[in-house]
């Protein structure tokens, strides 16, 4: 309704992980119903491209007319951690995702994700 798009990228390695692999992420896209694309990196070009380095790892990018898309946001969904007992919110992705469509500059220093590393091929 806002004029966005989302996609997941999953980038571990099968070889090492072979319970992160596209069977199992389509059975999770269905079990959790994800309204978005969920694809597999099998080279892992994608996640170096990006310099990723955990998942989930935020990315957001706004389009202004004719310009290329550019990185508005890099950084964590919110302040919430398995051990912190902080409630899952989401609050710095979506500060970022309205502060880009209504034209504003980030109010907020840009945190960096926490998460489980990604698992890179041997």
């Not at 989930?56 to 964590?76: I, M, V």
């Not at 992705?93 to 590393?117: H, M, T, Y």
Request: glycine letters at 6%; one cysteine or more; aromatic letters at 14%.
């Amino acid at each position: 309704q806002k004029g966005l798009a989302s996609v997941a990228i999953s980038s571990n390695s099968i070889v090492t992980h072979p319970q992160d692999g596209p069977e199992y992420m389509a059975e999770e896209a269905k079990l959790f119903k994800y309204p978005f694309p969920y694809l597999y990196d099998e080279s892992q070009e994608v996640a170096k491209g990006f310099r990723a380095v955990c998942t989930p790892e935020f990315y957001l990018f706004k389009k202004d007319g004719r310009r290329p898309f550019e990185l508005f946001y890099h950084g964590q969904f919110d302040d919430s951690r398995p051990s912190n007992n902080v409630p899952v919110t989401g609050r710095d992705l979506s500060r970022a995702i309205d502060c880009a469509l209504s034209g504003q500059e980030l109010p907020f220093d840009q945190k960096p994700s926490v998460g489980c590393s990604i698992k890179w091929h041997k």
